[in-house]
């Protein structure tokens, strides 16, 4: 018997009330638990593991998802085998904290951060030993007998969506391209009409005006290409909400920040939307564990 052995123990986190150790119940766990319940090998459309990675990776813009989450999926795909994905098999590692923490470059925290999101997204669900250490054993002819760690058979269970956003990505980036060309050409044409407007020395407060105005319908198609409509949408009224002296330069510097972190992959505004939510609300949130979600201001993006 083939034996392989990790003494890490898997992420949890406590009940605030009772740490009894037993992992947080979560949308996410329970989405992704029910998942991997559900698993009967590679689903149809997949003949290998390799393609249900690729379809996470083209979905992962409609998803919200940065690289460093994809890096940390990818990386723990290296540790199944072919067998682990077929029926009657289940894709389960067990890398060590250690481990992950030298091959991804993070420290301690930010690893149980980067599993905890990996949970909360329904990507993977933690099979957890009676005491609570990673391990796994395969027989000689590699198949898995005995594991406990990370479960990715959510992944296999989520392929169809992943296709459906990635087609989606890829119609909405079409239909952004055509409408980013429209825009380029309305500009140019409104920018003629303003050069010709100063040779022929005409002046006046609506000329003004439209100069204004065409620049920041300008920044706001670039608050949309990089988030799309609706988080665009979300974005301008959180900063609506927000008091004057909250910002440290400007309203507009604060969103520029924000279109910044979209286009890094690293915004996160639900974290703000429930900030904002326990504001409204801190009496249901007041006896709740506090500290590994906290949002401040720029930080909650």
């Known amino acids: 018997m083939v034996q392989e052995n990790c003494t890490d123990e898997a992420p949890r986190r406590g009940f605030a009330h009772a740490p009894t150790g037993f992992r947080r119940m979560t949308p996410g766990l329970l989405k992704a638990d029910r998942s991997a319940e559900g698993f009967k090998g590679l689903p149809e459309g997949a003949t290998s593991p390799g393609q249900l990675l690729a379809a996470l990776k083209a979905a992962t813009p409609r998803l919200g998802i940065s690289p460093r989450l994809v890096h940390a999926v990818d990386w723990l795909f ?3 085998q072919p067998q682990d994905w077929e029926k009657g098999g289940r894709p389960v590692v067990w890398p060590s904290a250690s481990m992950q923490q030298e091959a991804l470059g993070l420290s301690p925290t930010q690893v149980k951060e980067i599993n905890r999101r990996l949970i909360e997204l329904g990507l993977v669900t933690m099979k957890d030993s009676p005491n609570g250490k990673r391990y796994g054993k ?4 590699g198949r898995i007998v005995e594991a406990y760690g990370f479960d990715l058979s959510p992944i296999a269970g989520r392929h169809a969506e992943f296709r459906r956003l990635a087609e989606e990505g890829r119609a909405e980036r079409a239909a952004m391209g055509r409408l980013r060309r429209r825009a380029t050409i309305a500009r140019k044409a409104i920018i003629q009409i303003l050069e010709t407007a100063h040779e022929y020395a005409i002046e006046g407060e609506e000329w003004q005006t439209l100069a204004r105005e065409s620049e920041a319908l300008a920044r706001a198609l670039r608050a949309c290409l990089a988030m799309g409509r609706e988080l665009a949408a979300v974005a301008l009224a959180i900063v609506s909400s927000k008091e004057a002296e909250h910002f440290r330069t400007s309203p507009g510097g604060y969103f520029h920040g924000m279109v910044a972190k979209a286009n890094a992959g690293e915004l996160h505004l639900e974290r703000t ?7 409204l609300t801190p009496e249901r949130h007041a006896g709740r564990a506090g500290g590994s979600d906290r949002c401040d201001g720029p930080r909650a993006w």
């Not at 395969?138 to 002819?141: A, E, G, L, T, Y």
């Not at 939307?273 to 504001?279: C, D, G, M, S, T």
Request: aromatic letters at 14%; charged letters at 45%.
């Open 78 to 80: 290296r540790f199944t």
């Open 138 to 141: 395969r027989d000689p002819k």
């Open 273 to 279: 939307v429930w900030a904002l939510r326990r504001a």
